[in-house]
């Protein structure tokens, strides 16, 4: 007997062919995991894709053990593996390093680490795995391969595999994810009241008169009847009162403030809450989408755009883009479809950009569906993942995940629910597979037959265009929930004020101005800047030198935080200079503002305002997302200042004012979807400003704010942008008329790189003719010390065309590489680039 293994490797074959030796015979079926080895001496837990009689040609090895009793891996998630190989050009190896989570990921390099926690159960250890944890327990790390020697046997990954399974042993690369767990501020009766409420008809008499107080301690009470304990900030809110208020009764000693630490994935203790009464809109949104999702023979099967030419499954509207306002709803709109599914036993799968998986979803959708809900991102460690996992197995009724939820194992899954469905972060750019999540999903829905609901304020064109054919259904809301009206947005033309002088910094008068009243009457708003760090240019005045990365060819970040200059494209720091290394003057100044520098400045010109900062650099570290989005949502703090991480989908409801401090980057930015960005991150952002009372209003600063896009903007015109936008997109023959395919080639040596992609180019212009464009030397010449090339493909939509190409791809890059001197040239194959 044979088997056919996939290796986590980016190895040019499909699958690689094993021996089956007799005695683990009976455990092999496809969807296990083997040891096997590959090369001289590595080994690695494989994949059985399939299991046959046909002896190879050549020599074998035999596989040297089974892991799994049962599949890790369902058929389902084959086809999608091999779809996403196919379909993104990359190998089956690489998709599996993506697709399974680390503990099911075993080398013999894979670092094993003794868990503290496992104490001294050491009896109910086999021979092997007590030689094994008792090693473990002395050195306290080891790798794979030094327990095999330990052991002196064939086959080591089974045992490995027992003691993770009994927790005598954790992964080095699990253990580096730090879990922590969520602290909300609660509210409670001080004693003696907590155990005499009787008591509280004494203090209702001494407030009496104190209208606010009473409306807290009433408050309260109402909402301790429904709940097992009480959010500080439902206080409030139910009270309509200000945090001093609340104070007051705590220093009363009436009530008292504590605080509470809140699971994030699975044990949801807490009651369960009524979902909203749905506001008309929803309502008939609701109704829409059920008769577009209902299969209606009229309509002929389609398929997503990108999956288009390996889709045959699937019935009418399929994949319906739900496309509602900012504050419109949305949310209450996916728990209505997501019961449906619920409650006839199936699984819906929903999916957020990474970093818009905060708390505020995540129990948003607990309040409702409790510990149906588990959550599944980056973030969480490697027990939780396990443990979704499983349950995905299981039937888990909700998953809320980030794109990598796509390779979970469903059993039923029936609805998947894109929220944000424009956002670019659901494209994986590095490493391969450089796949989209939104087209990933509808593939993964296909398979399953389910349905996929795409939700956004603002349709990416790929989307929209496939509303206009028909391809998708589409149902908007276009009203705010509860009547509110939309934003009000104002330009401020930066030429004009600094000519006027009114510009004190970066900060033009009348938005200071704006934030001074926001403040004044105890409202909050937000500030966007695209750019972390304090400045993005280092420059000598005399000389006009300026401060670049060793490593890549950009200009280094200063970060005063740090106070160092920092490279975002490979990390690279150094010290900031004072002299000018070029020609020796002292004359070194900063030039550009990043979000650290706003905060600052702000400081400076609003002593008084409390200024909080989200940004790459913050939310990774000792103020995380979570605290810091609590800080906010609590009230703690006045402005929030950050990149684009501000616009995804929060819902603060006392945000009166919303300042974006330069538009010009973001339209200016070279990039057939810089228009498309534009448009998206600054309605976004705009979409924060007055969620629950009144309208918000938004202050855009630009260089040239009669820019089309932010003209649309203005004036919530998104049929003109698109309208506009898709004429010049049909005219330079860009998405979503065209198919574009980015092949990035890079190398350390410029010449190497040059005549690789010169040779790469030409020989797929002999078959594509003018569809190929390039080589050029991308924006960034240089990265990491690598230099690149780009080649860039534009398609007409035809399979056979896509397939051809794909085809001419795979053979072009083997052809390359065999040339001497260019067998270490990198590949980067990006289709649909985002
Ligand atoms: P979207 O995702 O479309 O931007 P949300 O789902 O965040 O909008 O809803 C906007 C606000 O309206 C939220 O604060 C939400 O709690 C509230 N909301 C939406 N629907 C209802 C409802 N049916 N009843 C009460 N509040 C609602
Ligand atoms: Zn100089
Ligand atoms: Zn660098």
Known sequence: M????????????????????????????????????????????????????????????????????????????????????????????????????????????????????FGDGFMELDADEYLIAEALQIQQEIIVEDARKILNKKTVFPVIQRLLNKGVLFLREDLQEKFKPRKVTAVRLAEPYREQPDLLREVFKELSGKERQVEILMAYLALEKRQPFVLKQDVLTKADVSESSLNTLVKKGILEKYDREVSRISGYEDELVEADELSPQQVRA??????????????????????????????????????????????????????????????????????????????????????????????INTQERVEVWKSAVAGKPVILAARSGLFLPFQNLKLVIVDEEHDSSFKQYDPAPRYHARDTAIFLASLYGAKTLLGTATPSLETWHNTLTGKFGLVKMPERFGGLELPEIQTIDLREQMKNRQMQSIFSTQLLESLQSALDKGEQAILFQNRRGYAPILECEVCGWNAMCRHCDVSLTYHMHTHRLRCHYCGYVQEPVKICPACGSGKITFKGFGTEKIEDELKIFLPNARIGRMDLDTAGTKSNLTALLNDFEERRLDILVGTQMVTKGLDFDNVALVGVLGADALTKFPDFRSGERAFQLLTQVAGRAGRKNKQGRVLIQAFDPRHPVVQEVLNGDFLGFVDRELKERLEFKYPPFYRLINLELRHKEPKVVNEAAAFYAKALRAKLGDRVLGPVIPNIARIRNYFGQNIMLKLEKSAPLLSGTKALIRHTTEIMLGRPGLSQVQVAVDVDPA
């Not at 969807?31 to 190879?56: C, D, I, M, N, T």
């Not at 890790?72 to 091999?82: G, I």
């Open 2 to 117: 044979f088997a056919d293994v996939i290796l986590p490797l980016a190895l040019p074959k499909r699958t690689y062919t094993y021996s089956v030796p007799e005695s683990v015979a009976s455990l092999l079926q496809p969807g296990v995991r083997v040891e096997v080895q590959f090369g001289r001496s590595k080994r690695y837990s494989g994949l059985v894709a399939r299991v046959h009689h046909e002896k190879p040609d050549y020599e074998v090895k035999p596989i040297l053990s089974v892991l799994d009793e049962v599949t890790v891996v369902t058929a389902q998630q084959f086809r999608l593996w091999d779809w996403i190989s196919d379909y993104y050009c990359c190998t089956l190896g690489e998709v599996m390093s993506a697709a399974l989570p680390g503990h099911l990921k075993l080398t013999s390099e894979t670092k094993l680490v003794f868990n503290k926690a």
């Open 286 to 379: 609701i109704r829409e989408l059920r008769q577009l999702f209902q299969d209606d023979p009229e309509v002929t099967p389609e398929a997503p755009d990108s999956a288009a030419e390996t889709t045959k499954v699937g019935s009418p509207k399929k994949v319906i883009l739900l496309h509602g306002v900012t504050g419109s709803g949305k949310t209450r709109v996916y728990v209505e479809l997501m019961r449906e599914v619920i409650k006839q036993g199936g699984q819906v799968l929903y999916l957020l950009p990474e970093i818009a998986l905060t708390t505020q979803i995540i129990s948003r959708l607990q309040k409702v569906f409790g510990g149906e809900v588990a959550v599944y991102h980056s973030k």
